[in-house]
Structures are given as structure tokens and as C-alpha cells.
């Protein structure tokens, strides 16, 4: 059979995993991308997005290729394009529908009540999708963990299927399907090692995850060394990343793999990589074999720097010490350290701020990522929110709906209808630390110059957080990006321009 998943914004690596896994039984599979130029999540522009809308021509491009199956992988934050999406193709067939993905699996009751929606998939959904697919002939009459199916009227319901433990069981993710359509993707190659996450942070979705996985299995796995090591060895042969991006949720949590995979990474790939750790899974030992192996940037979420704050709020439970001793032993081995700070947090403000802009001076990362808090379904920090006045009922709704405000970054015409001035100021300031001395960050603290009477245009930060990628190595990876994107959409503006030249001339 021939399934169709549509995409928008990124690269998908589950969508990735599913059409390896279809290819291996001899079914086919298709990509529908829609780059959403000037409609994404941080960058709106009405007016330039109306003119480059492509989605009635991937509606035509879905509908052409006649699938038996059309299928979406969906985060929060591209819940609502998905939804719209799914609506016009009904409008022009009667193609069955399934939505899978974090934002389903935490209000599958929600999603499932869209009429243009026929299927929903919970947890992890490899197992589930295939046994869907190998019992088609009999849908929607089946009953398969994980997959609840719309029949006769009803909502045939059942709870998510056992975790997969064996992660080198599943092939490599098809790569291809994205390439293809982007290539300048391959540029910067992602990849994940393990599944799961230590930590149950209460504003992240893992948070969510682990409740709803109760039971069913270990909840954080990791794939053998030699497996990754294949996966990597292969890419680099066949794409030449000039980088991987390790997902992981914390990729340093095991030092026994860690040290096996330093040893065989060095000698076997060698590509500079990003990953991801914790504060308190970061030493000299790990900052060590990091370097060994190539780690070109270190990425931990600090979000706060009020201990109360993460450990009442949070559900993070380091020190800021610990915090200190990690980037110290990243800056003694000469490892560049990225760290993430969240502004809106409940009982947090503008005191908050300014101790975080002298604590990051001290500990002096090479650059801090600032985003605004965004609130994802059936998470903890939603209670606190709601305890803290900052949200009401009526948000929690727009929350499953993917409709509250779902950027997090700093946006060109971004909806951001919570983000305070403080936001702005305060993320403007922290993009100055890297560049700026030492003694220079002291001096506008101890003259309290906080910018509170003047708002920083968007560009400036903007400018400063380019400037510090540019400053960590990341300038040829993005210029080539960039020209990937800008290629894409002059295919795009060529293509709708065609099109629309031929409706012209037909109506003539």
C-alpha cells in the first residue's frame, strides 16, 4: 500500500523511522513538505504568507498520488497547520487520516474529535503504525494497542502499546524521504542514541510521557554503541554531514557507553556533533571524552538560576554550583558551552532576571539560547501556572488545541501575546554576555543599566545570536542552510508562478 505523510517547518525523524520500517515491507511511501515561508511558528508574516501559501498545491500533489493511508507526525506548535491541512484534503477525498506524535499522544480525546481526523496513535508508535498497516484490509475494524479508530460513529479506544526496548531492532531512519525535497538538510545530520529522558522537568513533555507510559516498559533505552556507530559511519559515506545533531534528551548519562562510544567515534567518524546534557551528568571525565570524540558544542538547560524556582517549580533539583562546576569543566577542555535560559516562568521576574544576567557573567557560557515559556498539554507546570493566576481555564483548552502561543524563540511577527518587555530586554542582555568582557557585563550591573526605558528592536537580538553561532563554528552550516532555504523558495515562487500563469491562460 501507498502511505502519504505530510510535514511542514522540520525534519522529522519519526516520520523518518515509519517510511524506513514501510520501505522494509515493500510498501510505498511519500513525502508532501510544506516549508510555511513567513507562516512559521516564529515567523509571521501575514501578508508574504498569503502570497506563498502552498497548501492547496500539496492538497493536489496528496490527492494526485492517490495514498491509501495519509499520515502526520505533530508537535504542539504545528497542531493547528496540521488540523487545517488534514480538513482540505477531506474536502477532496475520502483518503483515511492518522495523526501520531507528542501533542496527540498527550489529548488524544481532542484530536480525535476533528471530523477530517480518523485515526489517532498514542506512544511510541512504530509497532502500533505497522500493525495498522498489516491489518488495513480489515479497517476500521481493528483493535490494536495504541490506535484508536473512529468506526460506525464511535471511537474504538485502547491504551498505548509496551515501549520498544531493543532500540537496535528498528532500521535506520530513511533519510532519503527529507533529502530528496531538502537537501541542504543533509548538511547538519540528526540522529538520536536513546529514548527517553532521566529527568522529568515539569514543562517538558516528557513530564507528560512518562505518566502516560506507566507500566509499559523501561523508560529510558539506548542503542548499542555499534549500532550508532553504523548509522553515523553510513551517513557520513553517503551525505557528508558537516555535523551531527544529537537529539538525545541527555546524550551523557551513561558514562560506561559514553566512554565505549568516545573511543569508537574517534577512530571510526570523527564529524564534529552537538549534543545535549544535564548539569549534574557533566564532569571533567565527560567533558573529557566529549573533546575526544569531537563535540564541537555542549547544550544544558540551565532555564533558571534561582535554585527555589527549579527545584519548587521545575522539578530540577541541582544546585548552582553544580551548574558552575559543569561549565567549568567544559571551558578547562576547551569544550563550547551552549546553555538555555526560560523567561515567564510562574513566580519569576524581573529580580530573577537580573541575578541571571550576573550568574551567566560568572560562569561565562559561549552562548545562552533565551526562550519564552510555552505550555504544553497535560503538563505539571500548567497547575502552577494556573495556582500563579497566569493562566485560567479557558487556557488550558487553547492549550490542547495547540492555541495559546506556541513560540518559544524570539519572532519576526511571531504571535506573543504574553511575552512582557522583560522578555525582550533581558534576552537582549544575555546575548550580550559572550561578546562583551567580563568587567564590562559588572559595569552595567552595578550601574543597574537594565534597559528598563527602552526596548531593544527584535534585530539586535537577533543579530547578536546569529553573531554568537557564527563565534561557536556553526557560520558554513548555516550559510549553506540558508542558501538551501532561499533556493527552495525561489523553486516554490517559480512553481506557484507557473501555476498560476496556467489558470490564467485556461480562463482565457
Aim: aromatic residues 10%; glycine residues 6%.
Amino acid at each position: 500500500m501507498k502511505v502519504t505523510f505530510v510535514q511542514s517547518e522540520n525534519e522529522s525523524l519519526a516520520v523518518e523511522y515509519f517510511s524506513a520500517l514501510l520501505k522494509s515491507r515493500g510498501h510505498s511511501v511519500d513525502l508532501a513538505y510544506d516549508s510555511r515561508y513567513f507562516a512559521r511558528t516564529a515567523v509571521r508574516m501575514p501578508a508574504l504568507a498569503r502570497a506563498f501559501d502552498t497548501r492547496e498545491m500539496l492538497v493536489e500533489q496528496i490527492v494526485d498520488g492517490r495514498p491509501d493511508l495519509v499520515g502526520f507526525s505533530v508537535m504542539t506548535s504545528g497542531y493547528q497547520w496540521a488540523i487545517d491541512m488534514a480538513r482540505r484534503i477531506k474536502r477532496v477525498c475520502d483518503t483515511p487520516i492518522i495523526l501520531g506524535g507528542v501533542h496527540v499522544s498527550s489529548v488524544p480525546e481532542v484530536v480525535v474529535s476533528e471530523e477530517a481526523v480518523d485515526v489517532v496513535c498514542l506512544g511510541e508508535g512504530e509497532r502500533s503504525f505497522l500493525s495498522l498497516i498489516d491489518q488495513f484490509e480489515r479497517y476500521p475494524d481493528v483493535d490494536i494497542p495504541g490506535i484508536w479508530v473512529k468506526s460506525d460513529g464511535e471511537i474504538r479506544r485502547s491504551e498505548p502499546g509496551q515501549m520498544i526496548t531493543d532500540l537496535d531492532s528498528l532500521p535506520f531512519p530513511d533519510k532519503s524521504l527529507f533529502y530528496e525535497k531538502l537537501p541542504w538538510l543533509s548538511r547538519g545530520y540528526l540522529i538520536m542514541t536513546s529514548r527517553g529522558c532521566p529527568y522529568s522537568c515539569t514543562f517538558c513533555s516528557n513530564d507528560m510521557l512518562r505518566r502516560l507510559l506507566k507500566g509499559k516498559g523501561r523508560y529510558v533505552r539506548r542503542r548499542s554503541v555499534q549500532n550508532v556507530i553504523e548509522e553515523m559511519s553510513l551517513a557520513k559515506e553517503r551525505f557528508g554531514p558537516s555535523r551531527f545533531n544529537i537529539l538525545d534528551d541527555c546524550f551523557t548519562s551513561d558514562k560506561t557507553w559514553l566512554r565505549e562510544f568516545s573511543d569508537r567515534y574517534e577512530k571510526d567518524v570523527s564529524v564534529p556533533f552537538i549534543a545535549v546534557s544535564h548539569p549534574t551528568m557533566v564532569d571533567d571525565e565527560v567533558a573529557a571524552m566529549l573533546v575526544k570524540a569531537n563535540c564541537s558544542i555542549l547544550l544544558l538547560g540551565v532555564q533558571s538560576t534561582s535554585e527555589a524556582t527549579r527545584r519548587e517549580i521545575l522539578n530540577r533539583k541541582e544546585t548552582n554550583e553544580q551548574i558552575k562546576e559543569a561549565a567549568e569543566a567544559c571551558h578547562r577542555h576547551g569544550l563550547k558551552l551552549s546553555l538555555d535560559h526560560i523567561f515567564g516562568i510562574p513566580r519569576e521576574g524581573v529580580e530573577d532576571y537580573r541575578r541571571a544576567f550576573s550568574f551567566y557573567n560568572e560562569i561565562r557560557p559561549d552562548t545562552i539560547n533565551t526562550y519564552w515559556l510555552v505550555y504544553f498539554p497535560k503538563t505539571t507546570i500548567i497547575e502552577h501556572a494556573l495556582n500563579a493566576g497566569i493562566l485560567n481555564p479557558g487556557d488550558v483548552d487553547l492549550i490542547n488545541r495547540g492555541e495559546l502561543d506556541v513560540a518559544m524563540n524570539i519572532g519576526i511577527g511571531s504571535e506573543g501575546r504574553q511575552k512582557s518587555n522583560e522578555f525582550f530586554n533581558y534576552a537582549f542582555l544575555f546575548a550580550l554576555v559572550p561578546f562583551l568582557p567580563k568587567r564590562a557585563i559588572e559595569f552595567l550591573i552595578k550601574r543597574k543599566m537594565y534597559l528598563d526605558r527602552w526596548n531593544p528592536p527584535i534585530v539586535l537580538t537577533l543579530t547578536l545570536r546569529v553573531l554568537s553561532l557564527m563565534k561557536l563554528g556553526l557560520w558554513k552550516v548555516y550559510w549553506q542552510t540558508a542558501t538551501g532555504i532561499l533556493i527552495g523558495f525561489l523553486r516554490v515562487a517559480l512553481l506557484m508562478a507557473k501555476r498560476r500563469a496556467i489558470r490564467f491562460a485556461s480562463v482565457e
